[in-house]
C-alpha cells in the first residue's frame, strides 16, 4: 500500500456494526468515502436501509447485479460530487479511477490480501493504475493476441502510471525505439446497441475512431476488426496508440518544449483547439508537455505518469490531429484503435473524446462488454 495512506481499524460486535457505519458517515458528512461490502444483496439491502435513516450525505450503490448503463451513470454521479458515499461490492476495487476519495471502509473482510490492497488503493492514490496491474490478470495474452492481428508497421504510443516488467514486456513487444517519457508528478449518443457483434460488422467499416476492451474486441476479432483495419492508422492501449504509415506533420526543433505550456503553442488544428477550449481544456501538463510534440512527429512513446495527470489527453490529441492531417473520411474505414482495460475506462476516454472532437466530422465507435450495450457506435458531433 502507498506511503500516504493511513490505515485503522475498530474492534465492535456483529450486531453494532450498522451503528458504527452510521456513526463514523454521520461525522464526515464533507468527505467521499467508498464502503465495501461481500455481497450484491448486502449492497442492496443496506442502500436501502441508509436512504431511509437519512444520515445526511449523498448515499449511492454500485454492485455487479446493475446494468453497465446504471453503472456508469453511478459512476459519474460519484465524481461529480463532492461529498458523497458510494456502497460497492469488490466491482468497485478494481479498474476505476476514483479521484479524490478521503475514506475507504472495508465494511466486510476482503477474501484475500489482493483484494485488500485494491479496495484501499482508491484512496491516496500514489498508487498503481489498474492498467498497470491488469497485465497481471490475464491481460497479456489477449494484448499480445490483438497485436498479432494487426499491421506490423505502426507508430505506438503507451501510457501507464508506472512501468513494470509485465508493461515494459508489452512496450518491447507494441513499440520501435520509443522515445521514453516519465513524468514525476503529484496526482492532483447517439447509441446504437447491438446484441451480435457478427452481424454488425459492417457498421465498423463506417467508423474511424473505434474504443473497446480487450475481450471484447479479442472475441469477434477475426469477423470484424481485421477485415477492416487494412488502414488502421493509430492504436491506444494501456492506453496504447497505434498509427501505421507515421504522417510527421510537425518538427519539435521549431518549438522548445520548456517553454509550452498551453496546448494552443502546439500548432493544432483549429477544430482541436476549438473543442479543447469548449471543454475548458487551456494549460498542458507535464505528460501532455512532453509527449504530445514527440506524437506528432511520428514517433512511438512509451509514457509513464500518474493518475489524474492528464494522460487522456497526451494521446487523444495527436488521434484527432493525425486523422485530420490525412484528411481521413469514414470511406477511409478504421483509423484509430483504442483499448482499454476495463468497461469504465473506455468509456471515460470516450466521453472525452466526443468532447474534444465534436468539431471534427470523423466517425466514433464505442465496443464494451455487458448485457446491455455490447456494441454502441456515435459520430462525433
Known amino acids: 500500500t502507498p506511503a500516504t495512506l493511513e490505515q485503522n481499524y475498530i474492534v465492535c460486535e456483529l450486531h453494532q456494526k450498522i451503528s458504527v457505519l452510521y456513526s463514523f458517515l454521520r ?25 431511509r435513516l437519512r444520515p445526511g450525505i449523498s448515499i449511492l450503490a454500485l454492485h455487479g447485479r446493475q446494468q453497465q448503463m446504471r453503472r456508469m451513470e453511478v459512476y459519474n454521479e460519484f465524481v461529480r460530487k463532492r461529498a458523497a458515499v458510494l456502497f460497492a461490492t469488490d466491482i468497485a476495487a478494481r479498474g476505476l479511477d476514483f479521484p479524490a476519495v478521503n475514506w475507504v471502509l472495508q465494511f466486510d473482510c476482503p477474501e484475500d490480501a489482493n483484494t485488500y490492497i485494491h479496495r484501499a488503493g482508491r484512496t491516496a492514490r500514489n498508487f498503481l493504475d489498474e492498467a498497470d496491474r491488469i497485465l497481471d490478470m490475464g491481460f497479456a495474452d489477449t494484448m499480445n493476441a490483438i497485436i498479432e492481428n494487426l499491421p506490423k508497421k505502426r507508430q505506438t504510443l503507451l501510457f501507464s502510471a508506472t512501468q513494470t516488467k509485465s508493461v515494459k514486456d508489452l512496450a518491447r513487444l507494441s513499440l520501435k525505439n520509443p522515445e521514453y517519457v516519465w513524468v514525476h508528478e503529484k496526482a492532483k449518443y447517439r447509441n ?17 475512431i473505434l474504443v473497446c476492451t480487450p475481450g471484447r474486441l479479442l472475441q469477434h476479432m477475426d469477423e470484424t476488426i481485421c477485415f477492416h483495419a487494412t488502414n ?19 518538427t519539435q526543433a521549431a518549438i ?20 479543447l477550449q469548449e471543454a475548458q481544456y487551456r494549460l498542458l501538463t507535464e505528460i501532455q508537455k512532453q509527449t504530445i510534440g514527440l506524437a506528432l512527429q511520428g ?3 512509451l509514457g509513464a505518469a500518474k493518475t489524474g495527470s492528464g494522460k487522456t489527453l497526451a494521446f487523444l490529441v495527436p488521434v484527432l490531429e493525425a486523422l485530420y492531417r490525412l484528411q481521413w473520411t469514414s470511406t477511409d474505414g478504421l483509423g484509430v ?7 469504465e475506462l473506455a468509456y471515460q476516454t470516450f466521453e472525452v473524446l466526443r468532447k474534444v472532437g465534436k468539431n471534427h466530422e470523423f466517425s466514433a ?3 464494451i462488454g455487458g448485457k446491455v450495450c455490447p456494441l454502441s457506435l456515435s459520430v462525433l458531433l
Open 27 to 51: 461525522s464526515h458528512l464533507k468527505k467521499k468515502s467508498i464502503v465495501f461490502f461481500s455481497s450484491c444483496k448486502e449492497v442492496q439491502y443496506l442502500y436501502r436501509v441508509f436512504c
Open 192 to 208: 446504437n446497441c447491438f446484441q451480435d457483434l457478427k452481424h454488425e460488422a459492417e457498421r465498423i467499416n463506417n467508423i474511424n
Open 365 to 367: 465507435g464505442l465496443i
Open 256 to 275: 522548445n518544449v520548456n517553454e509550452i505550456t498551453r496546448f494552443s503553442d502546439f500548432p493544432l488544428s483549429k477544430k482541436t483547439l476549438k473543442g
Open 299 to 301: 514517433k512511438d512513446v
Open 232 to 250: 488502421l492508422q493509430m492504436l491506444v492501449m494501456l492506453p496504447i496508440v497505434y498509427l501505421s504509415q507515421p504522417f510527421i506533420f510537425w
Open 337 to 343: 484503435l483504442i483499448i482499454s482495460p476495463t468497461r
